[in-house]
């Protein structure tokens, strides 16, 4: 099994990597959706945590439909990603009706090989999802970030059981969203997914949102259980 923990500051980081994660997506403003974190942030991963870091790639809340002048800017992010040594960069792009634009995928994975590339949960948006999958795998993404069209994964299991049959080993279903240490064994036997991917956060004293280390190592103990 393979986990991916989401992190939205490097405290987070610090946290996750000391509960035993080796790989996490980073971003900031996880209460948004998440957007690109800092270029401090990631080079901190990186170099002084040693982590496998997926950077999610956004410039804003909101929608995944994107202008020239934003385009630019992620282009930008990517090239300085691959500069700082990232794992993988994560990104996700929609026209206004709900299918995926494959033009600007494509786009976004040659300019970031070959660092690969993770479609984010754009595609629980999208309108129909059997074709989105194929169009992402057509693309050329190393995997799909997704809930499975529903709010939490356990609501979306059983499209994710059907996304995962149908992907096979052409593209990896990362399964996320509300995913914990009660209910990962579920969610994996059930749908057959090898990669799972959570926050595992709680609030803290500061009125704050932050990766717990306790949770992400039950959450890991329970997968290598």
Known sequence: ??????????????????AGATRIELCQNL????????????????NDLHLDVYVLVRPRPGDFVYNELEIANMLEDIRICKKLGVAGIVVGFLHKDGSIDTALTRRFVEAAAPVPVTFHRAFDRCADWRKSLEEVIACGCKRILT??????????????????SLAGDRITILVGSGVRPDNVRELIDFTGAR????SCKVRTAGGYEETDTETVKQLIQTLNS
């Open 1 to 18: 099994m393979e986990i991916e923990i989401c992190c939205g500051s490097i405290q987070s980081a610090v946290n996750a990597k000391a």
């Open 31 to 46: 209460n948004e959706g998440g957007t690109t974190p800092s270029y401090a942030s990631i080079r901190q991963c990186v």
């Open 147 to 164: 809930s499975g069209c529903q709010p939490t994964a356990m609501e979306g299991k059983e499209t994710l059981k059907e996304l995962v």
């Open 195 to 198: 990669e799972v991917h959570g």
